[in-house]
């Protein structure tokens, strides 16, 4: 588990697979698609309009008894622009996962994903639980190429892998920042939603800076996204590791979960920050792992309940459970029962607000730390030190 977070009782329904976390009346799920003997597709109404980024001017004539409509000019509906731009660099991922059966049979379940070629020489982005574990590898290219992956890497913490087919000259993508979208603004997203290769919609930034909690099915703890990009582009099963662009045809996310109460999309998705895909893909590709900042201290949220309950004299914050022996956060000071309350001269209201500032920092990076210890306030620097790899993500 990640040693930063509060580690509790994780009771996953027997109907929630592949991450899924029921919250709120809605699931928050991983979006690759596994199937088994057959696929079944829920095909549900839209209400098609007019996009209202779409513009026309004109002029307007008046003869005698007639009104002539003269077009002088008709602008490109910007999401056409994008697609154009960004379809040719997002790729279908086909895998394959081959397990013993009970009687000894071999049991084949295929999944589908998507990835963006972010180097010409074949080198692609997706998500690790599009490829994790994957015992065969086909990738659809822009041109509808099938060729055989290669995984370079995985990490399950950023959930980023990278794949590498042998190809060369291939159209890369436009990297965008992140950390100039604004709420509101156009973003689209290209992926292969149900197996539907090369899908595009389009829809607006709709928050920044989301922190996602989910369960993590392999180890029975709690994984935790942090500075998540919220879209109501439509992202269905199989849009993971796809492209989620801005209004220039920039690669600024990649797609990775939704909510949903029905498992389809419902207007509440979730990509990557690329700024961050790409520095895990990088560190992958070189040193095979990913960086991973640390301070070694295990906190809860503190909420009105939780100080009643506890006799404390605020109403929010991190409460700190465990302080790791020897752990950056020991040597800079921090005790069990500390109430965080700053964190890298930001306010600290709960444990996922902690973790994206920690996650934001560096290896090496100094990071200012204001707590209360007896009620009386305090203030200490951890030096954040790297991930134990024997640690679970």
């Given at each position: 588990m990640d040693i930063d977070k509060e580690q509790g009782k994780i009771e996953l329904p027997s109907y929630l697979t592949k991450g899924q976390a029921a919250f709120g009346g809605l699931i928050i799920l991983t979006v690759s698609i596994f199937v088994g003997a057959a696929l079944t597709?829920?095909?549900?109404?839209?209400?098609f309009?007019?996009?209202?980024?779409?513009?026309?001017?004109?002029?307007l004539s008046k003869g005698s008894g007639n009104k002539t409509i003269i077009q002088t000019e008709r602008k490109v509906d910007p999401v056409v622009a994008i697609a154009k731009k960004v379809k040719p660099v997002v790729v279908n991922i086909k895998v394959k996962k081959i397990s013993q059966g009970?009687?000894?049979?071999?049991?084949?379940?295929?999944?589908?994903?998507?990835?963006?070629?972010?180097?010409?020489?074949?080198?692609?982005?997706?998500?690790?639980?599009?490829?994790?574990?994957?015992?065969d590898i086909t990738v659809t290219l822009g041109n509808d190429k099938d060729v055989k992956g290669k995984v370079v890497g995985t990490d399950s913490e950023y959930d980023i892998a990278v794949v590498k087919v042998?190809?060369?000259?291939?159209?890369?993508?436009?990297?965008?920042?992140?950390?100039?979208?604004?709420?509101?603004?156009?973003?689209?997203?290209?992926g292969s939603?149900?197996?539907?290769?090369?899908?595009?919609?389009?829809?607006?930034?709709?928050?920044?800076?989301?922190?996602?909690?989910?369960?993590?099915?392999?180890?029975?703890?709690?994984?935790?996204?942090?500075?998540?990009?919220?879209?109501?582009?439509a992202i269905n099963p199989g849009n993971s590791g796809g492209a989620l662009a801005n209004d220039k045809g920039e690669i600024v996310g990649i797609n990775t979960l939704i909510a949903s109460s029905s498992g389809g999309s419902q207007g509440i998705g979730f990509a990557i920050p690329i700024t961050?895909?790409?520095?895990?893909?990088?560190?992958?590709?070189?040193?095979?792992?990913?960086?991973?900042?640390?301070?070694?201290?295990?906190?809860?949220?503190?909420?009105?309940?939780?100080?009643?309950q506890n006799?404390?004299?605020?109403?929010?914050?991190?409460?700190?459970?465990q302080v790791v022996p020897s752990s950056p956060a020991h040597k800079a000071g921090l005790r069990a029962n500390d109430i965080i309350t700053e964190a890298g001269g930001n306010k600290i209201k709960d444990m996922e607000g902690l973790l994206t500032i920690i996650r934001r920092q560096k290896v090496g990076d100094k990071l200012s730390i204001t707590y209360l210890r007896d009620k009386k306030e305090g203030a200490i620097k951890i030096v954040v030190a790297e991930k134990p790899r024997s640690m679970s993500q």
């Open positions: 597709l829920l095909v549900l109404p839209f209400l309009g007019l996009n209202p980024l779409t513009f026309y001017s004109g002029s009970f009687f000894g049979e071999q049991d084949v379940s295929e999944g589908v994903g998507s990835g963006v070629v972010f180097r010409k020489d074949g080198y692609i982005i997706t998500n690790n639980h599009v490829v994790d574990k994957a015992d042998a190809q060369d000259n291939l159209p890369v993508a436009d990297i965008g920042n992140p950390a100039k979208l604004k709420v509101g603004q156009l973003v689209v997203a290209v939603p149900l197996s539907f290769e090369h899908t595009v919609t389009s829809g607006i930034v709709s928050a920044l800076n989301r922190p996602i909690e989910i369960p993590d099915v392999s180890n029975q703890t709690n994984k935790t996204f942090t500075d998540l990009i919220q879209t109501d582009a961050r895909a790409l520095d895990a893909a990088k560190q992958l590709m070189t040193l095979g792992t990913a960086s991973h900042p640390y301070v070694g201290m295990v906190g809860e949220t503190i909420d009105k309940d939780f100080a009643e006799n404390l004299s605020v109403e929010s914050g991190v409460y700190v459970r």
